[in-house]
């Protein structure tokens, strides 16, 4: 956890001040950071090239400007994606003067380099989320998805009390849940919040005994 007073942060994989050679990422899974950023505080401008980055609101609402003239503002239950492409430089920051934004941001290593950036905003109903796995992230935009750079799919899902969902990750992939909040079984195995859950092999997944609980699960091939 890295708290720098208008930032707190903590670092699944290695980022920033944080160095770990056992954890530079997962697949072509590279950053996940759960970020609360204070009202009225964010990151400044500054670029990026070649990497898939999505910020995944949980609380609060996050706005984004970038140099393709993109500009908006993602609340609670909303996705923010950004294909960095050949280069772009963007700033995030919380526009709130009374409350702070809590969201979960994601890099991925592309598929291919270069190309042009592009920039693209989702908004996760609540029933899309509940007791399911909801497609957000995905190479070719199916089911109503943002079509990404990046070999994997991506889903989101609440799970409390009773709810629970079965998926099969295929053989030759490799997944991994990263749990946004609350507490949950995986194949039996209890997540808390702040936990990730990395998967080597195929076969069947069964989330269960949520307790509040928000999760990404991605399943990864690339």
């Known amino acids: 956890m890295a708290n720098h007073g208008w930032l707190n942060s903590a670092h699944s994989f290695s980022f920033a001040n944080y160095f770990h050679p056992d954890h530079m990422g997962f697949a072509n899974l590279r950053v996940i950071n759960d970020d609360q950023v204070m009202p009225e505080r964010g990151f400044g401008e500054h670029p990026h090239d070649n990497a898939e980055i999505f910020s995944y609101v949980l609380d609060g609402a996050l706005a984004h400007k970038d ?35 809590h969201f979960l941001q994601v ?48 889903y989101a899902g609440t799970f409390d009390g009773a709810q629970s969902a079965e998926t099969v990750l295929p053989d030759g992939h490799k997944g991994w849940i990263q749990v946004a909040r609350g507490s949950v079984d995986v194949n039996g195995q209890r997540l808390e919040e702040g936990d990730g859950l990395a998967i080597t092999q195929g076969g069947k997944l069964t989330v269960s005994q949520g307790r509040e609980a928000e999760i990404l699960y991605f399943d990864l091939f690339g």
């Open 67 to 101: 140099t393709m003239r993109n500009s908006s503002t993602v609340k609670a239950g909303g996705v923010q994606y950004m294909s960095a492409g050949s280069g772009v430089r963007h700033s995030e920051f919380n526009p709130s003067v009374d409350e702070p934004v």
């Open 107 to 154: 890099w991925l290593l592309p598929n291919q380099d270069g190309g042009e950036p592009r920039y693209d905003t989702l908004d996760l109903k609540p029933e899309d989320k509940a007791g399911q796995l909801k497609l957000f992230l995905s190479p070719d935009g199916r089911d109503g998805s943002l079509a990404m750079r990046a070999d994997g799919l991506i």
